[in-house]
Structure formats: structure tokens, C-alpha cells
């Protein structure tokens, strides 16, 4: 009888021995949590947890890094796990987060912890670090020719600007310079005077595209039939503007987005990727939440842009001026090329 409880006094002792030398070296790790600024509804997103073992003499063995519920503990459903940081050494550990939802993901408080060596006894340390990222919404690809379709009034076409360049509208006749193209030269008039002339055009302008969002009216004043959800069709609205953007950058027209009914989120018609960023980051960040302002009317712009106004109801003419074509948060699964495709 002795022998047996010496036994289990031992292997009790070990155990719990066991957990304080592991236990220690927990309370001696540091870890550091990184989130990117953006990501994308509904693609993957890399945490970064750096783990960073203080002491000079203890290793730490099998750390598991998880998100606490109250955070995005949701959106990283499988923690990140370190098997060996050695005394004074940091190592980095990755998870994958799956954002669902465009808007601010809000990252709260993360635990460490270990069951080493045995696996009966967990220690854990818990670390207080806010952190947010932005989640842009996630164009649709649209299908072939739909946008055309949408600006084919003829406004969106390619234009001109007063600068001369390469273009193909006549601007006038110079004497030719050294460096000049011998496309360019005007030799009827070149032979008529004897010397050498050339043919000045003006710069091609890109089309461009104005999307306008109408959040004037707060969901509960949306006319809307057939028991559809007030804020299901916000968030359509808002990726059919992300889809209409996207399929226009990638066609090569200047693009620009103007919110109505909530402040501020306006981005004016420029050329360019980085163009689109700004765009797809003021829609992620709208808060639907927030007072509408039904009053809002700043959807004038440019007379050379075609306006494209998304309505979360019915469409309102009043608003884009009289070439606009109004577009409703319904459409947007006829003009997507096939359910749940995402855009390039």
C-alpha cells in the first residue's frame, strides 16, 4: 500500500511539476499580434502572432494562440500554434481569418497557452491588444458586355482634352521638330510650301464612369415589396457600386463614386487602380447605422462622366441628372456573370 501511494504521490508530483516548469516559461513569452489594414469579404486574411520567449534560460514548448470570444474569434477558427521558441528567441506564427462581412473586423483580447509536456494541464496567458481591419466588399464579375450595356448612350466614350498628344481629333499644323513622328506629317502641305509641316492632335480622354449610391432613406422607409430584407439589399447596393467600379477600371475608364445620405463619402473621377482602392475603402467603411440624410443631393459632376445611380428601392429620377441610367439593388443578380463569382 505504501508503494502504491509513494507511486501516485510521484507521478502527482511530477505532473504538477510538469505544469510549473511549463507554466513558467509561458509567463515569460511575450506574443505580439499583426492584422493587415484591408482585406476582402469572403477571401482569406493572414494573422500574424510573433512570440517572443524573455527569458535566457527556458524554452517554451507547443503554444497555441487563439482569438477570445467578444473579437473576431469568429473569423480565425483555427488558432496558430508555435512548437518551440528557445530562451531569448521570437518565432512567427500564422492563422487564416475568413471575414464574411464587408465594414471594420474588430480584433479583442487573444490567449496563449499549453498543455506541454502531458497534456492534463493547461496554462494560459491572456493578452489585451485591440486591433481593427477594414473589409472591402467583394465585386461580382459581371457578365460580358453588361457594363457597356449601361453606358452605351454614348457618353462614357473616349474624349478629348485641350493638351496636344497622341490623340486622333485635328488640332492644327506646325513645322516639324526633331523628334517628331513620320506618321505625323502633313505632306500635301509639306510639298505645297516646301517645308517640312506636321499634324498636331489633342490627347484621348478615358471614359468615365460616376457611380452614384443612394442611402438617402433609412431602412425602415424603403419601399420595398415581396418581404425583402431592408439590410440585405443595402449590401447588395453597395457590391453592385463595388462591381460596377471594378469592371470599369478593368475596361480602362476614370472611375468615381459619390455616396448620398451619409457624410463625406465621396471620390472623385480619376484613372487608375489606386483610384478603385479609394473607392472599395469608402464603401467598406459606410455605416449603415448612421443617420441618413434625405436631403443630400450631390451627385452632379462632370458633364463628360456617365452617371450610374444605384438605388437600394425604386429608382428616383431626380437625382443624376437626365442622361444618368438608375439601377436597383435587385439587379445586381442579372448582371453578374454567375452567382458568387467574384471579379478579377
Not at 505580439?32 to 524573455?54: D, I
Not at 420595398?224 to 453597395?238: F, H, K, N, S, Y
Amino acid at each position: 500500500a505504501n508503494l502504491l501511494v509513494g507511486g501516485f504521490a510521484a507521478m502527482l508530483a511530477g505532473v504538477l511539476g510538469s505544469g510549473v516548469l511549463a507554466g513558467w516559461p509561458l509567463m515569460r513569452s511575450a506574443v505580439r499580434r499583426s492584422v493587415p489594414a484591408t482585406a476582402a469579404a469572403g477571401e482569406p486574411m493572414l494573422v500574424r502572432y510573433e512570440v517572443t520567449q524573455r527569458s535566457r534560460t527556458w524554452p517554451a514548448f507547443a503554444i497555441t494562440v487563439r482569438e477570445l470570444p467578444g473579437g473576431s474569434a469568429d473569423a480565425c477558427p483555427v488558432p496558430a500554434f508555435v512548437r518551440h521558441v528557445g530562451p531569448g528567441q521570437a518565432v512567427l506564427a500564422e492563422t487564416v481569418a475568413w471575414p464574411t462581412a464587408r465594414g471594420p473586423l474588430r480584433f479583442g483580447a487573444f490567449r496563449a497557452e499549453t498543455t506541454f509536456p502531458f497534456g492534463l494541464l493547461r496554462k494560459s496567458v491572456t493578452f489585451e491588444g485591440a486591433a481593427e481591419c477594414l473589409v472591402l466588399p467583394r465585386p461580382v464579375a459581371l457578365r460580358p458586355g453588361a457594363l457597356r450595356s449601361l453606358v452605351s448612350d454614348g457618353r462614357p466614350g473616349p474624349g478629348t482634352v485641350s493638351r496636344v498628344g497622341p490623340g486622333s481629333d485635328y488640332v492644327g499644323l506646325r513645322e516639324y521638330r526633331p523628334g517628331d513622328a513620320i506618321r505625323s506629317g502633313a505632306w500635301r502641305r509639306s510639298s505645297a510650301t516646301g517645308h517640312l509641316t506636321v499634324i498636331e492632335r489633342s490627347v484621348d480622354a478615358s471614359p468615365r464612369l460616376h457611380v452614384v449610391l443612394d442611402l438617402r432613406r433609412p431602412p425602415a422607409e424603403l419601399r420595398l415589396g415581396g418581404g425583402a430584407a431592408p439590410r440585405a439589399l443595402e449590401e447588395d447596393a453597395i457590391v453592385l457600386a463595388a462591381s460596377l467600379l471594378s469592371a470599369g477600371v478593368r475596361e480602362g475608364m476614370e472611375s468615381g463614386l459619390t455616396v448620398l445620405g451619409l457624410p463625406g463619402a465621396r471620390v472623385r473621377v480619376r484613372a487608375g487602380r489606386r483610384q478603385l482602392d479609394r473607392a472599395m475603402i469608402a464603401l467598406a467603411a459606410i455605416d449603415l447605422d448612421a443617420p441618413r440624410n434625405a436631403g443630400d443631393r450631390r451627385a452632379g459632376g462632370d458633364s463628360r462622366d456617365a452617371v450610374r445611380v444605384v438605388h437600394v428601392d425604386r429608382a428616383d429620377a431626380t437625382i443624376g441628372g437626365r442622361a444618368s441610367v438608375h439601377l436597383s439593388a435587385s439587379q445586381l443578380a442579372s448582371l453578374a456573370a454567375e452567382a458568387g463569382v467574384p471579379a478579377p
